[in-house]
């Protein structure tokens, strides 16, 4: 992704006087380029975050302040306060989550295959810096231990500081974080899971994460490590008429290689503009029957779910003709070698 991945608009000058608590100080100047990397431009006196979603297309969000914007190790990173949707957590020039739905995306990664499982007791999230995922997952009355493994200490804190809808789960007594390569973790842990959770950045070129959706991975490192009944889960990139060749058709391909019955489903996410796709895959069948996952929603789970029931979950497997025909016919198998990429590019791509 190229400097213009993420900018700054100034629009309007007047509202910009309430940033400098935020630990971004700036003076209004309007169209002056204040601080730009390879995926993120800061224009002086900005009011917008602009996301490009593909070299002729572009996102836009009205900003109420910055409240972040910095370098990892590992990828750029912006925490950013939108008008429309609340804190909106970005890496990388991509749009990870945003606070008014990220209930959708997060119910759907979490759910469906706790509630497929006979009696989860443990899981294993790949990434999930943000909080969320673990705090979906923590919400089922039969877990012990959450492991969250991300890679990125520098997300973590400040999703723990500024995300304050998460201040519980990463506080939770069952909650195990630990930062490291999810790869290396998952290599050297002994202990086996009843579900393993791809919570992880999109696979973007030169990104962290692209590696952790090939077939090599899934077959010689993460199923080794699911129970006999595990499930395994992932989120799967966009998955709508027009976005889900990108990497949605080749992950749910490359999964398929690797286990027994695969389950690919979708849901629109407004913040993303786009549907979202997600797959979970086991060596044992799953149960659709809305009735029984509606019983194992009001047994298992503390609280009320926001976006999930049984019917909603079975509706969302059932694919439009155009995304089910790609489906049926992928033959891509990501690989390291070999792999598929979604518009834009990660740290690691930097000339």
Not at 105 to 110: A, K, P, S
């Amino acid at each position: 992704m190229g400097s213009e991945a993420v900018e700054f608009f100034s629009c309007d000058n007047n509202n910009n006087n309430n940033n400098n608590n935020n630990g971004f100080c700036y003076e209004p100047k309007k169209n002056t380029i204040m601080e730009e990397t390879d995926n993120l431009s800061i224009i002086h006196g900005g009011s917008w975050f602009e996301e490009e979603i593909d070299v002729d297309l572009k996102w836009s969000f009205a900003l109420n302040s910055v409240l972040h914007i910095g370098t990892s190790e590992y990828q750029d990173i912006a925490l950013l306060d939108t008008k429309h949707f609340g804190k909106i957590l970005v890496i990388d020039g991509k749009m990870q989550s945003a606070e008014v739905d990220e209930f959708i995306y997060h119910e759907c990664l979490i759910h469906p295959a706790l509630l497929c499982h006979p009696n989860p007791k443990n899981v294993f999230i790949m990434g999930g810096g943000e909080g969320s995922a673990a705090r979906e997952a923590l919400r089922h009355k039969c877990m012990e231990k959450v492991v969250m493994c991300d890679i990125d200490k520098e997300v973590v804190d400040f999703c723990k500081k500024h995300l304050t809808a998460n201040h519980e789960a990463f506080l939770h007594k069952k909650l195990n974080l630990v930062i490291n390569d999810a790869k290396a973790e998952l290599e050297q842990r002994q202990e086996k899971f009843d579900i393993i959770v791809g919570d992880l950045a999109d696979p973007v070129e030169g990104g962290p994460c692209y590696q952790l959706y090939t077939k090599s991975f899934y077959q010689n490192i993460l199923k080794p490590k699911l129970n006999d009944t595990g499930i395994f889960v992932t989120q799967a990139g966009p998955a709508g008429v027009f976005t889900h060749k990108e990497v949605f058709s080749s992950i749910y391909n490359t999964t398929k290689q690797v286990f027994k019955y695969v389950l690919a489903y979708t849901a629109h996410v407004p913040s993303f503009a786009d549907t979202w796709g997600w797959v979970m895959a086991s060596d044992q069948p799953f149960c659709l029957d809305a009735g029984k996952l509606d019983k194992k929603i009001a047994e298992r789970i503390e609280g009320e779910l926001l976006y999930l029931n049984g019917a909603s979950f079975f509706s969302s497997t059932i694919l439009n003709k155009t995304v089910a025909k790609t489906l049926k016919n992928e033959s891509h198998v990501y690989t390291e070698d070999d792999a598929r990429f979604i518009h834009g590019h990660g740290l690691g791509c930097r000339n």
